[in-house]
């Protein structure tokens, strides 16, 4: 008789996929709301997004599926999306609530509201002194998907643009050429990306995937 999948066993695997706006899983966020697990092993999952503009979602609802259909004895994996209830901060862990909200708050300079609704911190970070440096290492999975782990052991599923962003953190670029760099390759205007690569900087320094 097929061994009973547990809901456990998918939460642990849920544990791996990290948000691609905000580097904490998706358990951890609080986006899972439900977890269906049939007699066959046939597992069904219920999630939200952030924000409901979320451009990634897509690549959210893929990493869920593969880190699922890794957990031995899962036969099908589904995702359904929902927005009922919508999701706000109250929702995440205490440790994840600790790491966004509470985390080195005497070096915060300012506070912005981003639209997940997670109130972001810009650290006093000098962007034309500070160069970021990778931590942890890179895994490519056998099913094509991108994790990165940090020294603590804890791996992160990434999508490429997170990875390319990662790479190009070698300690040799301050965060102002890397903002140039990324507006060149983007097409996009400066003005448009220097907030969301600080974020991303912020985000990575907390998930301890990058020192400066």
């Known amino acids: 008789m097929k061994a009973k999948v547990t809901e456990q066993q998918v939460l ?19 986006l899972i709301y439900g977890i269906d697990i049939d007699e066959e092993n046939n597992i069904k999952i219920r999630m939200t997004m952030t924000t409901p503009g979320c451009p990634l979602h897509n690549t959210l609802v893929r990493d869920v599926k593969r880190a699922l259909n890794k957990v031995e004895g899962i036969k099908d994996v589904s995702v359904e999306i929902v927005w009922d209830p919508p999701w706000t901060p109250e929702r995440m862990s205490p440790e994840a609530r600790a790491r966004v909200f509470g985390a080195r708050s005497a ?9 997940y609704g997670v109130r972001s911190l810009r650290f006093t970070i000098d962007l034309e002194r500070s160069r ?6 890179f895994i490519r999975q056998e099913d094509g998907s991108l994790v990165l782990v940090n ?3 804890q791996g992160f599923m990434v999508n490429d643009a997170l990875l390319e962003f990662w790479n190009m953190c070698d300690g040799s670029k301050s965060i102002n050429e890397i903002i140039d760099e990324f507006s060149l390759k983007l097409r996009l205007p400066r003005i448009e990306l220097e907030g969301q690569v600080v974020n991303l900087v912020q985000q990575m320094l907390e998930a301890r995937l990058l020192k400066v």
Do not use: F, H, Y
């Open 12 to 30: 642990d695997a849920l544990k791996q996929c990290m948000d691609p706006e905000i580097p904490l899983s998706v358990v951890d966020l609080g």
């Open 107 to 115: 070096q915060v300079q300012t506070t912005s509201t981003t639209g």
């Open 132 to 137: 970021p440096l990778k931590q942890g290492r």
């Open 151 to 153: 020294d603590l052991g």
